[in-house]
């Protein structure tokens, strides 16, 4: 069983951009390990012989034809935006790559 | 020690359907920034993805055309970074279900085959384009949500050459397959190359790096060729290689650490729980499989077998479809099929890569190259002045009949005026005409020249040819005689 540490809470944090207080992080921790737990209970059913399940509910994708829309107001999607310039939206400067 | 060169390509190929992946926002190239989006490409709270059918046909139909094996039951799975260019923060893209496994190309370089595996063929979305300026990162996501997919290449490679031979093969059955326009200047075809290198004979694969911004087929040679290079150099030192992205710099012609290379586990990939998994029915595969068109090796072959063209040849002739559409084009409007093939091999290939142009970009069609071909084999005009032909032909567009008429270059038929010319060039050159009585057959070649010289080379060379050796033997008829 994989033993979930804090030094893994604060891993996960980081790659998820989240800060945590030492609470939240004591928090997750705890959420983590039962989550682990339970898993562990699930792994104990027998699956023999049972095909893989990548979807839990039995639903048929509905596709789309490949029809262009109406397009959206620009300067509408642009207003919803803390910074624009020039039909551009812009950020805070991503230094070189 | 010897050392061989390992590569693999990750290539970025966008698909040719009129919207994106999940909205239906155009996907037109040099639209002006932003206008091509939407709510959902925006990835505003509470939009949800609708998938383009179009677009995982497209997908089907690349992978057949690669030999890939489909996967009838497939989803997609969030890939996360932050980054601008993203913004919902993650990529819709395919992790352990890609639409297509274990395919290959074949390639051949320096006359020899080899059959490089494809591991796996995946449908995502585009992310948008960022342009820096000092007043901060400016963002366009018209790309962001065009459809792409990616095609993994197995470390079968083992140069720049061979590199280059599978991505040119690869765009070649793309482009045929109709999947994509795969235009590497407009992005719509991108390449990342992993590189390593190992002692000859070893079986392990050494620390690799990715290179990326290659952006034509030479600078992916170029930049293998120089990575490889580099590692040989640092181990040659008894230093190791770092796993890293490195960039190529075109100027420079040399690659550039970028950052380390993160781990697959930094993704955190998981399951799109905003879309569910979907199943190709056979049906349906069966359908596109039909659809295929004639792919580069099929129409190579067909040359060789049905017009006697050398594996070489048509090899050249096959490799982009819009030159081997516009050869059989020509071909269709009449005229000798090797002739025609040489043409376009030497003057319309070499025309075109003098001038870094592609065969959409010049106005002369099919019927005026097949029209100059026929001038040539009917004797209107001689080689020589056809070629003088062909370079106002293609740029200009004019056909070559009235380039002809208007510039005076017919060819001179006219036996008596060139019997004219002939008698007098033999006479101003009584040391050739001595030297061609002396045995010396090179000397005939010479008088030939001055008969074209005099006629600006529109004489007819075979009659010039002809009547100079009628001049020549009388002459010696004469010295021979009583
Ligand atoms: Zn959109």
């Known amino acids: 069983m994989i033993a979930v540490t804090e030094d893994m809470v604060r891993e996960i944090a980081q790659a998820a951009a989240i800060t945590l207080t030492p609470e939240e992080t004591a928090h997750m921790l705890r959420d983590m390990q039962e989550i682990v737990q339970f898993v562990e209970r699930l792994k104990a059913v027998d699956t023999e012989g049972v095909q893989p399940t990548i979807h839990p509910v039995a639903l048929v994708l509905a596709m789309r034809d490949d029809v262009p829309a109406q397009g959206h107001p620009r300067e509408a999607l642009l207003a919803l935006a803390p910074d624009a310039e020039g039909g551009y939206f812009r950020v805070p400067s991503v230094l070189g790559e | ?482």
Not at chain 2, 28 to 56: K, M, S
Not at chain 2, 242 to 264: I, L, N, P, S
Not at chain 2, 443 to 460: D, R, S
Request: hydrophobic share 40%; charged share 30%; net charge negative.
């Open chain 2, 1 to 482: 020690m010897t050392y061989e060169t390992v590569v693999g390509l990750e290539v970025h190929v966008e698909l040719a359907t009129k919207t994106k992946l999940f909205c239906e926002c155009r996907t037109d190239f040099g639209a002006e920034p932003n206008a091509n989006t939407c709510p959902i490409c925006l990835a505003h709270p509470g939009t949800l993805p609708r998938l383009n059918e179009e677009a995982v046909a497209l997908a089907i139909k690349a992978a057949l055309s690669l030999g890939c094996e489909i996967t009838r039951e497939t989803k997609f799975d969030r890939k996360h970074y932050f980054y601008p260019d993203l913004p919902k923060a993650y990529q819709m893209s395919q992790f352990d279900r890609p639409i297509g496994q274990n395919g290959f190309v074949e390639i051949e370089v320096d006359g020899e085959k080899k059959r490089i595996r494809i591991e796996r063929l995946h449908l995502e979305e585009d992310a948008g384009k960022l342009v820096h300026t000092p007043a901060g990162t400016l963002v366009d996501f018209n790309r962001g949500g065009v459809p792409l997919i990616e095609i993994v290449s197995a470390p079968d490679l083992r140069s720049g050459k061979e590199a280059r031979a599978y991505l040119e093969k690869l765009r070649a059955i793309l482009a045929y397959a109709g999947v994509s326009d795969v235009r590497m200047e407009e992005g719509s075809l991108r390449c990342d190359a992993n590189v390593s290198v190992r002692p000859l004979g070893e079986t392990r694969f050494g620390t690799k790096t990715e290179i990326k911004n290659m952006n034509s087929l030479s600078s992916v040679e170029k930049a293998i060729e120089y990575e490889a290079a580099r590692q040989v150099e640092v181990l040659a030192q008894g230093g190791t290689i770092r796993q890293e992205t490195r960039r190529f710099d075109e100027a420079r012609r040399v690659t550039v650490a970028m950052r380390a290379k993160e781990t697959a586990a930094d993704y955190r990939y998981f399951p799109d729980p905003d879309m569910v998994p979907f199943t190709i029915p056979e049906a349906w595969i069966d359908e596109i499989r039909a659809s295929i068109p004639e792919l580069p090796d099929e129409r190579r072959g067909r040359y060789i077998e049905q017009w006697g063209l050398s594996p070489y040849d048509a090899g050249v002739l096959t490799l982009e479809k819009d030159v081997s559409d516009f050869f059989e084009a020509t071909v269709a409007a009449g005229g000798d099929v090797k002739t025609i093939a040489n043409w376009m091999m030497v003057e319309v290939l070499g025309y075109l890569n003098k001038h870094q142009k592609t065969i959409r970009d010049v106005p002369m069609t099919p019927a005026h190259l097949a029209q100059l071909v026929r001038l040539i084999e009917d004797g209107t005009i001689s080689g020589r002045i056809a070629k003088t032909v062909f370079q106002e032909m293609i740029e200009s567009g004019a056909d070559p009949k009235s380039i002809v008429e208007a510039k005076g270059l017919l060819q001179i038929q006219d036996v008596s005026l060139l019997e004219e010319v002939v008698s007098r060039v033999v006479e101003a050159h009584p040391q050739s005409v001595a030297d061609y009585l002396a045995g010396k057959e090179r000397a005939l070649g010479h008088l030939v020249g001055q008969v074209m010289k005099e006629t600006k080379g529109k004489a007819n060379p075979k009659l010039v040819n002809d009547l100079l050796q009628k001049a020549l033997e009388a002459k010696r008829a004469d010295h021979a005689g009583p």
